[in-house]
């Protein structure tokens, strides 16, 4: 679903993101952590199309993001960690424009966007102005909106922020959910205990490199101690 071939980024004399290769199954939850300044956020927008890379190549299901940005596009929702709302629209009035973007029929948006509202406990809420939301139900609505249109990819940017205990708890079960279904989640993250629990495999990236790739167990072995926890793995592996 993703590959990622010598992807590479620099702002002048500064290597935001070096050489990073990547392959990411249909239907994985994948975890991407590192430290502050790792580039993690930086992947992340050239993966989506919002930051042209330097050098290399970003394929989502195999459409070259380069050639294709539209239909590449179209297959991925994106939860960024600082996502932008419209906030003098009403949720359902963000949901409709959403839509338009994607091409959602009218008839398709009228039953996913009930479903989604209702999954994330905002349907009595879906005709007050954005402007009124706390942060952890405009961070709700911004996942709605990524899967309106029922992407076969869910870019996630630090998931749980602002989010209450109940709605982490929801927000996990959605990902194995939609996982189990043959969307593909790639997910980062600083709450390593979030990616040990629902991550497939995890990648840990330092200092725009790529560090380690694999599960828990591989992670483990990279370091030659099979009882440690991905904090202890990934303290491991970055530190200088």
Same mark, same amino acid.
């Given at each position: 679903?993703? @590959? ?11 290597? #935001?993101?070096?050489?990073?290769n ?8 994948f975890?991407?952590i590192?430290p502050?300044?790792?580039g993690? %956020? ?28 539209? @239909? ?9 960690? @600082? ?11 963000? /949901?409709?424009?959403? #839509? ?12 996913? $966007?009930?479903?989604?509202? &209702?999954?994330?406990?905002? $349907?009595?809420?879906a005709?007050? *102005?954005?402007?009124?939301? $706390? ?5 709700r /609505? ?10 076969? *990819? ?5 998931p ?15 990902? @194995?959910?939609? #996982?189990?279904? &043959? %969307? %593909?989640? !790639?997910?980062? =993250?600083?709450?390593l205990?979030? #990616? ?10 330092h ?6 790739i694999? %599960?828990?167990?591989?992670l483990?072995q ?12 990934? !303290?491991?592996? =970055?530190?200088?």
């Amino acid at each position: 679903m993703i @590959r990622l071939v010598h992807l590479s980024k620099t702002y002048g004399g500064t290597v #935001a993101v070096s050489d990073v290769n990547l392959h990411v199954q249909p239907g994985e939850v994948f975890g991407f952590i590192g430290p502050n300044g790792a580039g993690k %956020t930086t992947t992340i927008k050239m993966m989506a199309g919002l930051l042209s890379p330097t050098k290399g190549s970003v394929f989502i299901d195999g459409v070259d993001m380069a050639k294709d940005p539209v @239909r590449a596009k179209l297959k991925i929702g994106l939860i960024p960690d @600082r996502p932008f709302l419209y906030e003098k629209l009403t949720a359902m009035e963000f /949901l409709q424009f959403t #839509a338009g973007l994607y091409h959602v029929a009218k008839q398709a948006f009228a039953e996913k $966007s009930r479903e989604l509202l &209702g999954r994330f406990s905002l $349907s009595d809420r879906a005709d007050e *102005l954005i402007e009124a939301y $706390s942060h952890g139900m405009k961070q709700r /609505l911004i996942m709605c909106a990524a899967l309106l249109h029922e992407p076969q *990819l869910l870019i996630v940017d630090e998931p749980m922020v602002g989010l209450d205990p109940r709605g982490i708890k929801m927000v996990k079960e959605l990902f @194995r959910t939609l #996982a189990q279904n &043959g %969307t %593909t989640v !790639f997910m980062s =993250t600083h709450t390593l205990r979030l #990616a040990e629990e629902v991550c497939d495999r995890i990648a840990i990236i330092h200092k725009g490199a790529l560090m380690a790739i694999g %599960t828990l167990q591989d992670l483990q072995q990279h370091i030659q101690n099979g009882d440690a926890d991905l904090e202890q793995v990934f !303290f491991e592996i =970055t530190q200088d």
